[in-house]
């Protein structure tokens, strides 16, 4: 059996002609160009069962008809095989042969000309054909509903449009390409984009975990790949927990836990974020589950965190299950905030059990960016973590990742009057400690 031939041929049988390469506005028509591709003859009757048995020798192209008619015999009816499978009889193996040999159907292999379009071709064919050679073609995005969000590189840019109209054409259902044009590093994380196809309109609706949200894409922050982080954390919830989400954006930590009868306090700075969360709440009948706060995150740690964990420690019972999450998702800076939690509370310190459980999110771009995130969780919260688990979230860029580190909240830093083993203040203590670190390095 001839075997199949390698992916670079295939590209130069199909590639659009060189015409194209440059091209900056999209001209559809300019890709047309006609081949020739070999068929075998079948009558009209038999097409279906010859269909099924050489599906796998069949020519597979988007939108393109592998059926075509026989202008000189009305009973028969040609179909359309893969060039790089079969270029004769020999393509075909033993049991191919039995099969013709059942239904009276002729092995021989002629050659068609067959039209090849724009539609029949694929995104990085017709992108890759455009771009000057040599360089790199994105064809990947991040879909948000109808929105596919895009991060496109600088030589990619003068073909931005053209990028745009080819991913929203090989896309059904999508109806806006967006690229991104800087870095999120704004107070509310949202990020500068334009639209390079279809439509204006980002207002948006996706379901992740089986919970719907709706935002405008362009003024708040969502990331579809964080859909696993949200589903991973609700799970170590259970009914009657506490959370308190300091950066909650549109709802997708707060609403599932509130979805698991959790009691929760979420908030978030920016006023758009904010709006959409409690339109969310709404969406998913959780209005009356969720406090809505739209304070800075410290504000938020310092005020009402304080408030509500005050509360709960002074009703605290060792019959009491239920356990206090804080869920600190901000990861360019979650962790300078940790310090906010420093003698937050003005009491005394009872029993490990109410101390609350902090998820805090950074990045990492350390070789070893376990012990990276640690370091700096325990430099914000001016101690020592005796115990901690970090779990990597995703890689963000080449040498960049996003981790989540979760501990107990130390006495030592939530109780202002708590004492260490040498009875003395554990803040004051650990920042001995580090001074004497320092002048041992310096020796």
């Known amino acids: 059996m001839e075997q199949p031939q390698d992916d670079c041929e295939e590209v130069g049988l199909f590639s659009p002609p060189p015409k194209v390469q440059g091209m900056t506005t999209l001209d559809r ?32 192209r988007p939108k393109l008809k592998t059926i075509i008619e026989d202008p000189s015999d009305e009973d028969h009816k040609k179909i359309v095989l893969d060039p790089f499978l079969v270029t004769s009889e020999d393509a075909f193996d033993e049991r191919d042969h039995e099969f013709f040999k059942k239904f009276q159907i002729s092995p021989q292999i002629c050659q068609a000309d067959l039209q090849v379009t724009y539609d029949n071709l694929k995104t990085d064919e017709i992108l890759k054909a455009i771009l000057p ?5 994105t064809t990947g ?22 990028i745009g109209q080819v991913i929203l054409d090989k896309n059904p259902g999508l109806t806006s390409v967006v690229n991104k044009t800087n870095i999120i590093d704004s107070t509310y994380r949202n990020f500068q984009m334009e639209v390079l196809a279809g439509e204006e309109n980002m207002i ?31 799970g170590l919830l259970k009914s009657g927990d506490v959370v308190f989400d300091v950066f909650a954006g549109v709802g997708p930590f707060a609403i599932p836990a509130a979805k698991r009868k959790c009691i929760v306090y979420a908030n978030d700075l920016n006023p758009e974020s904010y709006k959409w969360l409690l339109h969310n709440c709404k969406l998913n ?8 706060f739209n304070v800075d995150g410290r504000e938020f740690i310092r005020t009402v965190i304080k408030k509500e964990l005050s509360g709960y420690i002074k009703s605290f019972t060792t019959e009491r299950e239920n356990h206090l999450h804080i869920v600190m998702n901000l990861p360019a800076m979650a962790v300078e905030f ?11 310190y009872c029993s490990e059990d109410i101390l609350p459980t902090v998820h805090c999110y950074g990045f990492s771009k350390d070789d070893n960016p376990e012990k990276d ?20 979230v995703r890689n963000v860029a080449p040498n960049k990742e996003m981790m989540c580190i979760s501990f ?22 650990f920042r001995k400690d580090e001074e004497s670190t320092e002048k041992e390095s310096t020796r």
């Open 29 to 60: 028509d300019a890709f047309t160009k006609t081949i020739q591709a070999p068929v075998i003859k079948v009558k009209k009757e038999l097409i279906h069962i010859v269909m099924k048995n050489l599906k796998h020798r069949i020519l597979k």
């Open 133 to 137: 050679k040599g360089q790199d073609v």
């Open 141 to 162: 995005f991040t879909r948000v509903g109808h929105i596919a969000h895009m991060n496109l590189r600088d030589h990619q840019l003068p073909y931005k449009n053209l």
């Open 204 to 234: 948006t609706k996706v379901k992740e975990n089986g919970i719907a949200y709706e935002f405008d894409f362009s003024k708040v922050y969502w990331n579809s790949r964080l859909g696993t982080e949200h589903d991973r954390i609700t």
């Open 285 to 292: 009948k959780v209005d009356k589950k969720v406090q809505p």
């Open 338 to 348: 940790l310090d906010a939690f420093r003698h937050l509370l003005d009491m005394e």
């Open 373 to 392: 995130i640690r370091k700096q969780a325990e430099q914000y919260l001016g101690t020592v973590l005796d115990s901690c688990s970090v779990h990597l």
């Open 408 to 429: 107990k909240l130390p006495a030592k830093v939530l109780f202002a009057n708590q004492l260490d083993c040498a009875g003395e203040p554990a803040l004051k203590r």
